[in-house]
Structures are given as C-alpha cells and as structure tokens.
C-alpha cells in the first residue's frame, strides 16, 4: 500500500513510465496480498471485471491501451483512497475530532438534525467514512442516556442516522477530497473546480432545508426530552477553531501545489494528504518536547503498518469499479450516443436531471457508485461535443452518487453504518429514506433549472 501511494505520486510528479508501471504492479500485488479479505461483494465484481475483459477482448477486439487505462483508473483509485486514509486515521487520533462530534450529537431535538447534517458534512472532508465510525456509536450512547420510552429512543436515533447519512452522503457534491469529483476530473475536459464547488454548496443547502423540513414534519408528533436542551455541551470553539485550522491548511498545500506543479487541484490533494497527516500528529504529541517529531514519525507508522490493511476490502470495491466503468464506457458506440444525444434533444436542466438520476437504479447491482461516475465521465469526455457545460455535468454525476447513497442498500456508507447500530441495510436506505431521495431529486431538478437559466 505504501509503494503503491509513493509510486501514484512520483509517476503524476515526473511523468516518468518507470514510476507508473511500478504503481500498476503494486496495485495488481494488492488484490493477491489481500485475498484473505474477499467475500462475496469482491467475487462478484473480479467476476465482472472478468467477464467484461473476455468481452473486451473477444468480441470488442479491444487494443492493450483500453485495458492499461482500465487498470490505471482502478490503481488511480486505490492510490487516492489510501492517501484519505492517511488523513482519517490521523483524525481519528485526535481529541479535536471528538469534541466536535460530541458536540454535534448532543444538541435539542429542533436543532440536531441541521447539527448532524452540517457537522458530518463538513468533517468529512477530512475524515471521510471515518466521521460514520465516530457519530454512529456518539449516537447511539446519546439516545440511551436520554433514558426514554423504547419506542422513543428508536424514533430519535432513526432521526439521528439518518441526519448523519444524508450529510454524508450530499458532501461528496462540493467536497474537495470526495472521490467522484476526483473521478469524474481526470476524465472530462473543461471542469472548472471552483466553480464545481459553489454550485454544489448550493446544493447541498437547498437538500439540508428540504431534509430539515421533512425531518420536522415526519416527527413532529415525537414528545420532547427537557433533559436534553439541559445536558447540551458548551460550544467547543478551541476545538473548532483547531479543526478549521487543519481545513485552511488543507485547502492551502493542495492549491499552493498544483499552482507549483502547473497540476490539476487532484495532484495538489494527493501530495497534500500525507502532509497534513504529519503535521497533524506532531501537533498531537507537541507537548513532548524534542521527542514529538520522533513520536509522530512512530504513530505515523503505526497507521501504515496496523490501520491502512483495514481499507483491503474498501480498495477492492472502488477499484474494480472503476475498472467496470472505464472499460465498460470503452464499449459504448461514442457516434451513436452523439447522434442519439443530438437527435433526442431536450433540456439541458433535464438532461442533467435524468443523468443523477440514472446512477440510482444502477447502485442496485451491487458495483460501487463510483463505476457509473467513471463510466458517464469517461462517456461524456469522449464526446466531441458536451451537450451540457462539463462542470455542471459534472455536478450531476456527484449529485446522483449522493442519491445513489441514500437508496442503495448496497452503498458503504450504508452497510457501515448498519453495521454499527444495527439497522438492516435496506430499513436505512429504501425504508427511512425514500421519501427524502424523491424530495432531494425534485430539488435537484429545480436548482439545476435555475442554473441553466431553464434551459
């Protein structure tokens, strides 16, 4: 895992064919050094990827070049979810972190949704699935020190995951360090990041007060708990203050390299995650002395020796999918989609529309979202022409894996958070949020129309 980061960031910092085919090897020694970590989900999508090879090559006559770019997406993904993952672990360490989500979880019912919603969108920027791991159980030990009635209790921690599930899942839309952003940028041409972001924290403001409301009028029969507005936390602002500290420096490393490099702003981050990762558990052991920079060098191993393995399974998910979507996009007649594109004209605010929402029903198959943002990605930059600008494709792609992630049982964040509390993966997505996806795709609807100016 550690050759494979360092080769992904020497091959995007020298463009040396060395350093790249070194990547391509290390990834490949992955899935045979992580096979004791292969259920049934990882058998069903190498079983994919097989079929889809034999498929390529049989009947396709497919040249090598579409097969090394296949493998270059997947390796691509391995590299930058074990470069996060450097992040999340050191926050994971970090008493900042805790105190902000203690925080979150024990504001008054009025106030918890938009708490969790805003909080867990915000701190996954740099705990990515992490912050699930630290808000379910902080959730699950609130509502059990509220002391109320069962039936109470359940209905309060239903709200409360499902606060936490939706501002999980909408932050991939503006988040710097989501996966499909990073996806969906190496393949089409013309994104203008900057610009990606703002509209998607229009977004995301628009789903949270549609979720608010619809939170609010589901329970509004729930009785509410006094204790609770009495046992709300004083605000923690040295600890917000620390975690918007490590925010600034985050988004600083990663612009202040790609305009060193003359890079994309995903180079930038790629560098940036080990980086901050070494300066954040520094910080932690300051109190040392002398001693702190040779404690973080320890905990930083740590992290590569113990924690890092505990991604296997998640690589395996996103790089066979992104396999899928590469190579499966590599099949699809490019003219045809052009002319049918050209001759099925309709708006472009529905033509955005329909591409998030056609991620939703394909979750279903068990693939990771990620396989359809790389397969219209790589569909849409083949095209001669856009039909739509490429940033507000752009978006659309990221706004239907944020739906995808409220409705599919089969999403991880989803299957994480079921497995720590309890709930069945399908009572998550389909059973608690389907009212919510319907509303959220309306919306979509309506800021895509206000951003196209209706056309």
């Known amino acids: 895992m550690v050759l494979l980061m360092a080769m992904t960031l020497l091959a995007r910092a020298t463009d040396i064919r060395g350093f790249e085919l070194a990547s391509y090897f290390a990834a490949g020694m992955l899935y045979f050094l992580c096979w004791r970590l292969i259920a049934f989900r990882e058998i069903y999508l190498l079983g994919v990827c097989a079929v889809l090879s034999g498929l390529a090559f049989f009947i396709f006559d497919m040249p090598l070049e579409v097969y090394e770019a296949a493998f270059a997406q997947a390796s691509f993904l391995m590299a930058f979810l074990l470069l996060l993952a450097l992040l999340h672990e050191a926050a994971m360490t970090s008493p900042t972190i805790s105190e902000c989500g203690h925080y979150l979880t024990k504001q008054p019912p009025k106030q918890r949704y938009l708490a969790i919603f805003s909080g867990t969108n915000l701190m ?4 990515n699935l992490g912050i699930v791991s630290l808000l379910t159980p902080l959730i699950k030990k609130g509502v059990r020190d509220e002391a109320t009635e069962p039936a109470i209790a359940a209905l309060r921690e239903r709200r409360q995951l499902t606060a936490l599930l939706r501002g999980f899942s909408w932050g991939v839309v503006w988040s710097p360090t989501a996966m499909a952003p990073l996806a969906v940028m190496e393949l089409i041409d013309g994104i203008s990041r900057e610009l990606w972001t703002a509209y998607g924290l229009i977004c995301t403001a628009a789903i949270l007060c549609v979720g608010w409301l619809e939170d609010i009028w589901r329970f509004r029969k729930i009785q509410r708990n006094p204790a609770s507005a009495r046992n709300q936390p004083a605000f923690p602002k040295a600890a917000i203050l620390r975690f918007l500290f490590v925010l600034f420096a985050l988004f600083t ?21 080990p980086v901050i990762m070494l300066g954040w558990l520094t910080a932690q052991h300051w109190h040392q002395g002398s001693a702190r920079f040779s404690a973080a060098a320890r905990q930083a191993i740590h992290i590569c020796h113990r924690e890092l393995p505990h991604n296997g399974r998640i690589i395996f998910a996103l790089s066979a999918s992104g396999y899928i979507g590469r190579l499966s996009a590599e099949m699809v007649p490019i003219d045809f989609v052009a002319s049918l594109i050209e001759r099925y004209a309709m708006p472009d605010y529905l033509f955005l529309t329909m591409m998030a929402f056609i991620m939703v029903p394909v979750s279903y ?29 752009a978006l659309s792609i990221s706004s239907g894996w944020a739906l995808s992630m409220t409705t599919s049982p089969f999403a991880t964040v989803v299957l994480m958070v079921s497995n720590l509390s309890g709930a069945r ?17 309306v919306t979509l609807s309506m800021v895509f129309f206000i951003l196209t100016g209706g056309r």
């Open 365 to 393: 198959l068990g693939v990771s979202p990620i396989m359809m943002a790389v397969f219209f990605g790589s569909i849409l930059g083949a095209l001669p022409v856009l039909p739509v600008d490429p940033t507000l494709a």
């Open 425 to 441: 993966p399908l009572k998550l997505s389909v059973g608690w949020n389907t009212s919510f996806s319907a509303l959220a795709l």
């Open 253 to 273: 490393i990663t612009i202040a390299v790609s305009v060193w490099a003359d890079d994309t702003i995903v180079f930038g981050l790629l560098v940036a995650c």
């Open 124 to 127: 996954a920027v740099l705990f």
